[in-house]
T-cell receptor
Framework: DAKTTQPPSMDCAEGRAANLPCNHS???????VYWYRQIHSQGPQYIIH???NNETNEMASLIITEDRKSSTLILPHATLRDTAVYYC????????????FGQGTELSVKP | DGGITQSPKYLFRKEGQNVTLSCEQN?????MYWYRQDPGQGLRLIYY???????QKGDIAEGYSVSREKKESFPLTVTSAQKNPTAFYLC?????????????FGDGTRLSIL
């Protein structure tokens, strides 16, 4: 799996957009980008994934640069419940094994 | 609702005792996984199964055992051979090898030693 780099922590004001960056400069052509988040003492929650195109679902938007070396997860209107550790992961779809969770970004949404 | 159910939420083990953690999914997923998470650490893969009656060791399988007799169930036994079992255990499932669909996780079981 390609190595990812994320800032260790970020703050965001409630109601504002939270933009979480991820660098994956060694990503290979068929590796997907996945985002998960983990709220303390809970299991990781899947948020969104993509290959080349930008993606949007009810939780977030994923913007992948044209060279695919970085991506940004956007929470359009952050709430206090979005406070969590956010993980960016890249992997091949035909890998039968593990997800490699790095250190992630600890997002604090403040009133 | 479809999802992954792990039980119990909290579990205590005495020295020398085997304990079994339950994981059930009703998502009709072929693949199931067990991870371990220690405080402040990432997830480490213990075992995974791509299909019924088949499973493979992950990175830290020593001291653990699993079975996959039914598609929806993948129990994990923490044996007395696991010398440092205190951790947060997470079960996940996905559509299986070759799919780009993501793994989905249960809410975990926290195991402690008495």
């Amino acid at each position: 799996d390609a190595k990812t780099t994320q800032p260790p922590s970020m703050d965001c004001a409630e109601g504002r957009a939270a933009n979480l960056p991820c660098n994956h400069s060694t990503i290979s052509g068929n590796e997907y980008v996945y985002w998960y988040r983990q709220i303390h003492s809970q299991g990781p929650q899947y948020i969104i994934h993509g290959l080349k195109n930008n993606e949007t679902n009810e939780m977030a938007s994923l913007i992948i640069t044209e060279d695919r070396k970085s991506s940004t997860l956007i929470l359009p209107h952050a709430t206090l419940r979005d406070t969590a550790v956010y993980y960016c992961i890249v992997r091949y779809p035909n890998q039968g094994g593990k997800l490699i969770f790095g250190q992630g970004t600890e997002l604090s949404v403040k009133p | 609702d479809g999802g992954i159910t792990q039980s119990p939420k909290y579990l205590f083990r005495k020295e020398g005792q085997n304990v079994t953690l339950s994981c059930e999914q009703n998502l009709n997923h072929d693949a199931m996984y067990w991870y371990r998470q220690d405080p402040g650490q990432g997830l480490r893969l213990i075992y995974y199964s791509q299909i019924v009656n088949d499973f493979q060791k992950g990175d830290i399988a020593e001291g653990y055992s699993v079975s996959r007799e039914k598609k929806e169930s993948f129990p994990l036994t923490v044996t007395s051979a696991q010398k440092n079992p205190t951790a947060f255990y997470l079960c996940a499932s996905s559509l299986g090898q070759g799919s780009y669909q993501p793994q989905h996780f249960g809410d975990g079981t926290r195991l402690s030693i008495l």
